[in-house]
């Protein structure tokens, strides 16, 4: 009985999807459940498993086709057995005999399948040509993971380079490479630009004495390891102190719906985590219930994911507010852009020491900058500044955002 392979319903903020990969061709053996081919959207990359076993008897859309929901890609022969080639049963000349058995001692190596890929793997995997048998893997249990095959294919391009006295015999050249843009990274633009022409944004500023915050993870951050098996870091303090701050400040938690707005009675917060294929933002659901280790330990789980391609669209769906760290590769100051249809992000930065003068005194401390850009037809500056400032007090006070204050 055929079986038609069809794309997934698609949520309604994702519109279409690209052909990735196949990873089976007309006439393979196919298991229920194996995946067949995946799927590039603007935000994951999807899996589209096998509906039963069998044989995939066609491919109606090839890598590179754009298809909307419940299209249908392939078509399965439930049940079917793949067909062994024909052996030549044709006489051969005495002469040709002994060629015949040496090519018959011969043995092809099996092509390399490794269904302990991820999506991100396997795509790396299939365009640099690499076999993940040769590859060490350094994920849990030996795991080889997408980091693997990106190492391993840029050692392949070093040692396959030609030495600096070849590259010496072309001065001048120049060299450019034209490469389309991936589907994440056009909606990326996309999404950007809709945001700079579509909602009137404006930047605020302010800065942080980091110093309690400093002392605190040094105090207490050994112990809150071996309690909790994560490490303490900057972003919890700061997921903390915007949810108390959003209950107080409701208006920057709201988003755009036309001409109404929605006012949120929780707090979702997207944490923009950079991967190669763009930056993405997971969602921290109901943040102001999450501890200080719950916190911690799902934006590591989202890191994770996000290396490995892992990242589902429920893990990217919603958010009423953002928070990006563009200090984690050494910016000082920015300005970030609100993610429709939210009307606030706040952007964290680089931590220097300067120096302060506090209680009369000039002293140094470990000092951030920190901005919230936001959408103005919701939020008034007065309310944009007093969430700033609500911030920096929590930051500067640390125990204030451990009693709700």
């Given at each position: ?132 048998s040769q590859v060490a893997g350094t994920g849990r249990g030996g795991r080889v993971t997408k980091e693997d095959l990106v190492n391993y294919s840029k050692d392949e391009k070093r040692a396959a380079a030609p030495a600096p006295a070849a590259r010496a015999a072309t001065p001048g050249a120049r060299p450019e490479e034209r490469v389309p843009m991936t589907r994440m990274r056009a909606r990326i633009a996309e ?215």
């Amino acid at each position: 009985m055929s079986i038609e392979v069809k794309v997934p319903v698609l949520p309604e903020s994702v519109s279409d999807a690209t052909i990735a990969t196949w990873h089976k061709k007309p006439g393979d053996s196919v298991k229920r459940d194996e995946n067949l081919v995946d799927l590039e959207t603007d935000k994951v990359v999807l899996e589209v498993p096998a509906p039963a076993d069998g044989v995939l008897k066609e491919i109606r859309h090839e890598a590179g086709d754009t298809v909307n929901s419940e299209d249908v890609i392939g078509v399965l022969e439930e049940g079917a057995a793949a067909e062994a080639p024909k052996a030549d049963t044709k006489e051969q000349p005495a002469h040709a005999a002994p060629a015949k058995a040496e090519k018959s001692q011969t043995k092809t190596a099996p092509a390399p399948s490794d269904d302990s890929l991820s999506p991100a793997g396997r795509r790396v995997a299939a365009e640099e040509k690499i076999d993940p048998s040769q590859v060490a893997g350094t994920g849990r249990g030996g795991r080889v993971t997408k980091e693997d095959l990106v190492n391993y294919s840029k050692d392949e391009k070093r040692a396959a380079a030609p030495a600096p006295a070849a590259r010496a015999a072309t001065p001048g050249a120049r060299p450019e490479e034209r490469v389309p843009m991936t589907r994440m990274r056009a909606r990326i633009a996309e999404r950007l630009m809709q945001s700079k022409n579509s909602i009137a944004m404006l930047t605020s500023s302010n800065e942080v004495n980091l110093s309690k915050v400093v002392a605190m993870r040094k105090q207490l951050g050994e112990q809150f390891e071996k309690t909790h098996g994560i490490k303490l870091g900057f972003m919890s303090f700061f997921v903390k102190a915007a949810c108390e701050a959003l209950k107080r400040h409701p208006v920057v938690n709201a988003s755009a719906d036309g001409n109404d707005i929605i006012y949120h009675g929780y707090q979702d917060i997207s944490i923009a985590v950079a991967t190669d294929r763009g930056l993405v933002t997971p969602v921290l659901r109901d943040a102001q219930d999450m501890g200080f280790a719950d916190i911690e330990k799902a934006i590591a789980a989202f890191a994770k994911k996000a290396r490995e391609g892992g990242l589902t669209l429920d893990d990217l769906q919603g958010g009423t507010f953002t928070i990006t760290n563009g200090g984690t590769f050494g910016s000082l100051f920015s300005t970030p852009i609100v993610n429709p249809p939210q009307s606030g992000i706040l952007g964290m930065h680089t931590i220097k020491e300067r120096a302060i003068v506090e209680n009369g005194q000039v002293v140094a401390a470990p000092m951030m900058y920190i901005a919230i850009s936001y959408d103005h037809r919701i939020v008034d500056g007065k309310d944009a500044v007093l969430f700033l400032v609500d911030i920096k007090n929590q930051l500067e006070n640390p125990h204030r955002m451990l009693l709700g204050l």
